[in-house]
Each structure stands twice: as structure tokens, then as C-alpha cells.
């Protein structure tokens, strides 16, 4: 069970602001119902102030405490001060926020930089040429390819020095892809490995890489059976029902396989 805050406990039992604005300036919106959390903002905006937002969220109760506190903290606040406002920022108001919980956070940031972007018509930073990859810790592609070339080779050296990927982990999959731009894509050596081998190691990347993951909007997967490089597995949770089952199976599950294991590997859901 997580350890919330007073503030959290307050901000979920009791949110504020929940509702629409009909005339809102300003609609921003993050996440999406099929994956379990969403977040729609509506701002009202009279002479580069805040004078009213509001929100509508499906989700966990870090969602509704998150998009709650959110729009405390910009309501009557210029825009160029509300723009500067990170998920950090949130956390902080909040009194922290379990890791697994951090991306309701940052779909919080999410959704109040798409109302920002359409508001301005056209994106905040975009001339900026430093990529945000993490998210959570605002963690940038330059800081990461700095750490690879002071010696980091993993992804968990990556965190270990400079944070990112340490909360929800979304971004692990971007960290690997920086690491192998640079030192090339690290392969398990596929005639190293039995059959029982094969299979464990493709149990421990199901189990360690790939359903934490999938648990962060609720889903899940079962390893049903393994049949040379046939894998066949089942999604449970959202992932069942989702629209985007088949891309999550292709080009999440099976890329990740290949990646570390083998790429002849064919991922197989039912």
C-alpha cells in the first residue's frame, strides 16, 4: 500500500476546482481513457492572468490530488509565471508523491503546457534544442548522452546519476535507445542460451522490464507459453480492453524482446 500525504489524502476525498468552464480561453488535455488516467484543463485567461481553471479527470486518486492542487496553484497567477510550473512543483505542494505515482504529476504538467500551446498557438520552448526525456526529473537527452560518455552503460547507471527513469519509468525505453546511439545496441548472444534459459530469460524481462509498465495504468500481461521464438501471452487489465492492444503487443512487448534477446521472437496475444 502507498504512503500518501495529509495533502494528497485532502486533495482526493475533497478536490477543488472539478468541473468545466463553457467559455474557457484556453483547453489543454493529457493522458487517454484507454490507458486508464486522462486529464482535460480548462483555463480562463483575461489580461495574461489565470482568473479561473478547472478540470475533469478519469483516474487514481494521485490524478484527482494532482490536477486538483494544479489548478490552486495557477488561479490568479500571470502566465508567464504559470508556465514555469514543473510536476516538481506539484509533488512539492502536494507533500510528495509515492514514484509509481509521480506521472500523475507530470500529466498534470502535461495537460497545462497543451492548454499553454493552445492558447499561444504554438509550443512553449519550441526553439528549445534540448529534448526532454524524463519527464518526472526533467532530465534532458543532452544531460543523458553526458552521462553515457562519462562512462554510464546502463540504464540504471543513467539513474543512478543524473535521476532519470527513477519514478514512473516511462522513459527507460528513450534512456536505452540514447545508450545504444552511442555505444550500439547490447544483444544477449542467442546460441548462448538453452531452451530453459531462453525461457527464463524471457520470464525475468516480462516480469522486470515489461508488466511495471504495463501496471502503471492498470494493466497487465501472463506468459501463457513458449514455442521455439513463439511467445504467447495474454494482457489483463486495461490492456485486455484497450484499443491499442495490438501496437502495445507489437511495438512495446515483442520490440522489447528483440531488443534484449533475440530478434526473431514473435510475440503472439489470446
Request: hydrophobic share 35%; with cysteine.
Amino acid at each position: 500500500m502507498w504512503d500518501y500525504s495529509e495533502t494528497v489524502k485532502e486533495y482526493y476525498t475533497n478536490p477543488k476546482n472539478v468541473g468545466s468552464i463553457e467559455d474557457a480561453d484556453a483547453i489543454g488535455e493529457a493522458g487517454a481513457l484507454a490507458c486508464g488516467d486522462a486529464l482535460k484543463l480548462y483555463l480562463k485567461i483575461k489580461d495574461g492572468v489565470i482568473t479561473d481553471a478547472k478540470f475533469q479527470t478519469f483516474g487514481c486518486g494521485s490524478a484527482v490530488a494532482s490536477s486538483s492542487m494544479l489548478t490552486e496553484m495557477i488561479i490568479g497567477k500571470p502566465l508567464k509565471e504559470v508556465e514555469k510550473i514543473t510536476n516538481k512543483d506539484i509533488i512539492e505542494r502536494l507533500g510528495g508523491l509515492p514514484p509509481e505515482k509521480i506521472h500523475c504529476s507530470v500529466m498534470g504538467r502535461e495537460a497545462l503546457e497543451d492548454a499553454l500551446n493552445n492558447y499561444y498557438g504554438y509550443k512553449i520552448g519550441e526553439k528549445s534544442t534540448d529534448k526532454i526525456i524524463c519527464n518526472c526529473f526533467s532530465v534532458t537527452e543532452n544531460v543523458i548522452k553526458e552521462a553515457v560518455e562519462q562512462g554510464a552503460k546502463t540504464v540504471k547507471e543513467i539513474t543512478d546519476l543524473t535521476y532519470a527513469g527513477g519514478a514512473c519509468g516511462r522513459c527507460k525505453e528513450n534512456i536505452q535507445k540514447i545508450i545504444d546511439s552511442i555505444l550500439g545496441p547490447k544483444k544477449i548472444n542467442k546460441e548462448e542460451l538453452t531452451p530453459v534459459q531462453f525461457a527464463l530469460k524471457v520470464n525475468s524481462i516480462l516480469e522486470k522490464e515489461i508488466a511495471p509498465q504495463l501496471a502503471l495504468d492498470n494493466g497487465g500481461l501472463e506468459l501463457v507459453d513458449i514455442e521455439g521464438k513463439n511467445i504467447y501471452i495474454k494482457l489483463k487489465g486495461t490492456c485486455e480492453s484497450c484499443p491499442n492492444a495490438k501496437s502495445t503487443v507489437k511495438n512495446f512487448i515483442e520490440k522489447k524482446l528483440k531488443e534484449l534477446i533475440d530478434d526473431e521472437i514473435n510475440v503472439i496475444e489470446g
